[in-house]
């Protein structure tokens, strides 16, 4: 079973625009969740995370919203730039005891136009 | 090296036979992580290390796979009489510690991967 899903396997926006990539999960007990970053040909790079008792976290152009009722989160990035072309992972952690234990969905392919 | 270093990069077997993967992680980094990322998928829990220990491995698939840490540093992921499905790219990362946060969060520093073709 996919307990961390990402719907939309692809995105497209405009240059300076906003993109939303949303991510849906089934696991009450995960607490803490990331957003991953990967080029071609390269491992993926952390982006920004949530802890699970906060339902938002920004830092420069990205912010990541957290909504517990619904399992849902979605990172925002405002303006969008042609190098935030990109496959983006939301990932998921269950306790402190399994941090690096990262469950991941099946990723989005963001392409931003100039 | 700054980063996660994995070798090779590329790799193409024959359905049967033996392969290693190397990782060399992080100076001072103390938990190690491997990955598979299927076509399509995202990255897949394989085995985590706590120094020389396998403190879970739960995520790797049956008995052909097998992961070694023997001096706390560079690990080898061993995978035996490999089949078509093995075909993946094995990504692995490290971090200062299980748990470990930083001023963003329970980061893990990924390498570049090694692709692994079995035919």
């Known amino acids: 079973d996919q307990q961390v899903k990402q719907n939309s396997p692809s995105l497209s926006v405009q240059e300076g625009r906003i993109s939303i990539l949303n991510c849906d999960y089934t696991n009450s007990m995960f607490d803490y969740f990331l957003w991953y970053k990967k080029y071609p040909a390269e491992g993926p790079t952390f982006l920004i995370s949530i802890s699970s008792i906060k339902d938002k976290n920004e830092d420069g152009r990205f912010t990541v919203f957290l909504n517990k009722s619904a399992k849902h989160l979605s990172l925002h990035i405002v303006p969008s730039q042609p190098g935030d072309s990109a496959v983006y992972f939301c990932?998921?952690?269950?306790?402190?005891?399994?941090?690096?234990?990262?469950?991941f969905g099946q990723g989005t392919t963001l392409q931003v136009k100039p | 090296g700054a980063g996660v270093s994995q070798t090779p990069s590329n790799k193409v077997t024959e359905k049967g036979k033996y392969v290693e993967l190397r990782c060399d992680p992080i100076s001072g980094h103390t938990a190690l992580y491997w990955y598979r990322q299927s076509l399509g998928q995202g990255p897949e829990f394989l085995i985590y290390?706590?120094?020389?220990?396998?403190?879970?491995d739960s995520g790797l698939p049956n008995d052909r796979f097998f992961a070694v840490r023997p001096e706390g540093s560079v690990s080898t992921l061993k995978i035996q009489r490999t089949e078509r499905g093995d075909s993946a790219v094995y990504l692995c990362?490290?971090?200062?510690?299980?748990?470990?946060?930083?001023?963003?969060?329970?980061?893990?520093?990924f390498g570049e991967g090694s692709r692994l073709t079995v035919l």
């Open positions: 990362a490290s971090s200062p510690s299980h748990g470990h946060y930083t001023g963003k969060g329970r980061e893990l520093f």
């Open positions: 990932a998921a952690s269950a306790g402190t005891s399994n941090t690096g234990k990262l469950i």
């Open positions: 290390f706590q120094g020389t220990g396998a403190a879970d």
